[in-house]
């Protein structure tokens, strides 16, 4: 009987790399147009070291883009790329299709829904707000709470103690193998590799369900209650 569902955030409730990108080409192009001397493709190549460096939630990466191509800080350029980047952010930072639908469906059925994310606790409750998701789940873990990323169990323990379910009373959506999938599984719960946001070109998952909509996965539980009630 599946009793709850959990959710990572990023490529499954959202198309977090598309934002991410076309706001950083976004605060490139308002960097350049305040006067930045350098090309899109310089700015570019740069911005992409930075992530790879610091990760792809680095706050200060256009402080430090400046400052390895110009030596310093300027602040009016500097601001120039922080609001590009932000307009472009809330202007891309949209659900994947049927969303909502299937989140209010799955809240009807009577389940808990919450989300594990390694995203920064901040940013994770922001990207929640701005899609107004933030009052339908029953729980969120990121890593601030645990100071652990996934596949590691102590996040997937966490969201499903503050949810009160056993593991096997639980499914795990996700986008990524290594950590969402071989992480839930590794405790006992049920997964579901959300094809509709793969960006790893995987082939074969080793979840237990492939769901190519997230709309999906209303069949998928249905199914398992019916034949476990």
């Given at each position: ?75 009016k ?41 390694d ?44 949810m ?66």
């Open positions: 009987m599946i009793d709850a569902v959990v959710f990572d955030l990023d490529n499954t409730l959202v198309d977090f790399m598309l934002m991410k990108r076309k706001a950083v080409e976004a605060g490139i192009r308002s960097m350049i147009d305040a006067g930045l001397k350098c090309s899109f493709d310089e700015v570019d190549m740069v911005v992409n070291k930075v992530y790879k460096e610091q990760g792809i939630e680095y706050q200060r990466v256009f402080n430090q883009v400046l400052t390895e191509l110009t030596g310093e800080d300027d602040h350029i500097l601001a120039a790329g922080i609001i590009g980047y932000r307009r472009a952010r809330e202007a891309m930072l949209v659900p994947y299709p049927h969303v909502h639908m299937t989140l209010f469906t799955l809240a009807r059925m009577g389940l808990k829904l919450g989300v594990v994310s995203a920064p606790k901040l940013e994770a409750w922001l990207r929640l707000c701005s899609l107004n998701l933030h009052h339908i789940f029953d729980a969120v873990v990121t890593f601030e709470d645990t100071g652990e990323r996934k596949p590691s169990p102590i996040p997937f323990q966490r969201v499903l103690g503050m009160d379910v056993l593991p096997a009373q639980a499914i795990m959506v996700g986008d990524w193998e290594e950590r969402d999938i071989h992480g839930a599984r590794n405790i006992g719960m049920r997964t579901a590799f959300a094809r509709y946001g793969d960006t790893f070109n995987t082939g074969d998952s080793i979840a237990d369900f492939d769901l190519t909509d997230i709309r999906d996965l209303i069949d998928v539980i249905t199914n398992i209650n019916r034949k476990t009630s």
